[in-house]
């Protein structure tokens, strides 16, 4: 990143922001001056919140979630005390994790996983285990395996949690399959010998589909509400600046997890809240959606299409089609390390083009790290550059392949 920052005229194909040129201006524009053009409503927004957040934008949130996974809410046990909002899901995330876990503690984790997610435990002194995953996302089977085995070692007391990005993961894309959503619910109560081990499902990207139907949340399949803890966030699919997450919580964390949050930001930006719920309100929420599915959708496939011209004629390259999110997940030959040690990195920002290694994107136990992993975010650079940006990949892949 600080190479990128220092050196703008390098294709950063790293970073996992959103496109600049779809920021909603006209949209935030609209509803701030209707928020602010409302006196009383202005003045409220400028006050202190409530630790779990604004009660009319938790409510619209919950009523997103129930009609996206297609439920009334007398289909569901989830109520609006247990929608926290926060800055970002990112915060949530810790909250959580900070609630959930202590040191030594372990998460099961896909291999790969979101990296920014895997540094929050191991700062928090909690083990990340990788289990493997395929096309259609962590393999139920694996994570049978990996509990049996920790029974047997006798640390089966230790797990706490599954952490599963749901919808076209960072960093693989892929998007956890239908007929697998379920199981892994079933799983993690069943294996809940000693206390229960939740599944923390990271929704981030839902929104960002550009092809396909969407499928139900991990939560739709909890109908208890007591082992599934769903995140979501506005910062991919409206703005990284407002900064509002949510997750609706089982009712045993909500205590815990709210008061953690108060003693860490005594509520989350009120202000941001009283926006966002104007957003939704107003409807202007949804088509900005659009317009960003179509940027993504025309730069994904820019990117893909770079890579058959220009990736496909190396041996061993290979590469996920994501259906939505962010990213592409490439594979090389076993003999290419793209992480710092070895050859490709440098070859490439000498080419002019900057990636994440893979191997960060892998837990510190279980499934091993594979060097010869490369993410790759199509974002922020316009469709020439991507283009541009693969085709200089390539040039520096074959000179470490000569």
Known sequence: MHHALAHPEVISLAAGFVDQQTLPVEATLTAAEALLGDPQAGRAALQYGTTAGYLPLRAQVLERLLAADGLSQAETTASIDQ??????????LHLLADTLF????IVLCAAPSYFVFLGMATNLGVRSIGVEMDSDGMIPEAVEEQLALLERRGELPRVKALYVVSYFDNPSSVTLAKERRGRLVEIAQRWSKHHPIYVLEDAAYRQLR?????????RAYDAEGQTVIVTETFSKSFSPGIRVGWGVLPKALVGPVLEQKGNVDFGSPNFAQHLMARILDQGLFEPHV????????????????????????LPGVHWLRPHGGLYVWLQLPEEIDAGPSGRLLQA???????????????PGEGVPAKHNTIRLSFGVQSPERIRAGIEALARALARVME
Do not use: H, I, W
């Open 102 to 105: 202590d040191p030594g503690d």
């Open 210 to 218: 550009y092809d396909g139907d969407d499928l139900p949340s991990l």
């Open 290 to 313: 659009e317009r960003l599915r179509t940027s993504y959708r025309g730069k994904l496939a820019a990117m893909l299409e770079a890579a058959d011209e220009f990736l496909a004629p």
């Open 348 to 362: 490439a920002l000498d080419e002019g083009v900057l990636y994440v290694p893979g191997q960060y994107c892998y």
């Open 83 to 92: 929608v926290v909002v926060t800055a970002g899901s990112n915060e949530l």
